[in-house]
């Protein structure tokens, strides 16, 4: 998880990554763009991941600790979490509300842009969840 992407969406283009496998020492710095995958797999049968692009920013803190600028992330691309394959039984009250926050910013950047069908495929792909 974590590697850079670059010119023409080129996938793994380094320096950067947030894993330190290959050897990977390069730390991130602001205006880097790398990838956040979470997933999960079992050996021999599946896996599935989510995949979307940040970009690297230095951020407020509270507490600048001696003047330390610290970095954060800014989300670059917004595609809808398909939750048909969500099961929300198992998914906390905060899991929920971020699901259903990352579908309310997908829908107000996204849906500007599309019009009939499109934004309606859009819509009923970032409608707000609850558990039954």
């Known amino acids: 998880t974590g590697h850079g992407v670059g010119a023409a969406l080129n996938v793994h283009e380094g320096p950067q990554s947030i894993s330190f496998r290959y050897g990977n020492m ?18 021999h049968a599946f896996g599935i991941r989510i995949e979307n692009l940040l970009y690297v920013k230095e ?7 001696g003047g330390v600028s610290y970095l954060g992330f800014e989300k670059l691309t917004f595609v809808p979490i398909q939750t048909k394959l969500v099961d929300l039984s198992l998914l906390s009250a905060a899991e929920i509300d971020w699901l259903n926050n990352y579908h309310s910013q997908v829908w107000e950047k996204v849906s500007p842009l599309l019009d009939g069908f499109a934004r309606q495929w859009l819509w009923n792909n970032t409608r707000p969840v609850a558990k039954d």
């Not at 956040?36 to 050996?43: F, L, R, T, V």
Request: hydrophobic fraction near 30%; charge should be negative.
């Open 26 to 43: 390069t730390p991130l710095v602001e205006g880097m763009i790398v990838s956040n995958e979470p997933g999960y797999y079992e050996d």
């Open 59 to 65: 951020v407020g803190t509270p507490n600048r600790f």
